[in-house]
């Protein structure tokens, strides 16, 4: 028996399979496209500092109409922390933050203990005054990085120095080397005492006096 009812009575069944179709097919696009993304996104990592393997000095150097008969002094940063984050393979984006105890800043020459006490209190008490900033900090605003050979890379690291309670900006330049979940971070800068407030440090009338400019030299060491 032929049912001749009117082809209008199927549509709606018809319909209701092709909507349902596309729709799977517009839900379906947006899913692949984000998988996707997630897969190929780059992987980041964020290192601690490791204080206890890394090295970090700051040099001050004699002047004045004597300065021939005064001495360099060598001064050990003994306790700082931070962290930095980066994307691996490329380092950028990446970022660095660092907070050193001003008051753990030790002289490391071959001086007497008296001497050395003296050098020290002056540091602490006159020059960075650690009781009312006891801390010296460095936040990155900025961070290139160029690959020079297999897990290294030279980089070029700009932020924010605060000493004193005065911020500065500073740019670094930074030789990196990645190991088996290791970093290492090598390089040195320079830092005027001046533009934070402070009067370099003088005696014998001014006839021997600290200069200006101070000298960082850091060896840092960095682990997940």
Known sequence: MIDRRPMKQFLPANMTILVAFAALVLLQEPRNASTEAVETAPATARYKIDSAKSRFTVRAFAGGFLSALAHDHTILIREFNGETDFTFGSVEPASLRITIDAGSLTVIDKVSDKDKQKIEN???????????????????????????????????????????????????????????????????????????????????????????????????????
């Open 122 to 224: 002056t540091m602490r008490d006159e020059v960075l005054e650690v009781s009312k900033f006891p801390e010296i900090t460095f936040k990155s605003t900025g961070v290139s990085a160029n690959r020079t050979g297999e897990g290294q890379y030279q980089s070029r690291i700009s932020g924010d120095i605060t000493l004193r309670g005065v911020s500065r900006p500073l740019t670094i330049n930074t030789q990196l080397e990645f190991g088996d979940k290791e970093l290492h971070a090598k390089g040195t800068f320079a830092l005027k005492q001046s533009a934070f407030g402070i009067k370099p440090v003088s005696v014998a009338g001014g006839t021997i006096k600290v200069k200006d400019e101070l000298k960082f030299t850091f060896d840092i060491v960095a682990h997940p």
